[in-house]
């Protein structure tokens, strides 16, 4: 039986975090990486100010160990608890 269509980045990160299968699914990987580039985008536009969503952050963090050691990241993940 066919999967449903994964439309949203909400729904491709539950589909991931569910099964190895799901983190491997083409459309899953491709809405969350494009989400993470855009969240990125935004991190690096305003270094010191841009506080991510709820939905953002888990998309972010999903991908934590991408940015492991990097100054940037863990100054978002901080701004993102202390608000």
């Known amino acids: 039986q066919p999967s449903p269509a994964i439309t949203t980045v ?3 990160l539950e589909i991931a975090r569910d099964s ?3 983190a ?3 459309t899953v990987i491709s809405l969350l990486e494009i989400a993470l580039t855009d969240i990125w985008k935004k991190i690096e536009a305003r270094p ?3 506080v991510m969503t709820r939905d953002e ?3 972010f963090n999903y991908f934590q160990g991408r ?3 990097q100054e940037l990241a863990a100054a978002a993940r901080k701004r993102y608890w202390d608000n």
Do not use: K, L
């Open 10 to 12: 909400a729904q491709a």
């Open 20 to 22: 190895p299968e799901g």
């Open 24 to 26: 491997r699914d083409p």
């Open 48 to 50: 010191t100010s841009y």
């Open 57 to 59: 952050f888990a998309v």
């Open 67 to 69: 940015f492991a050691g």
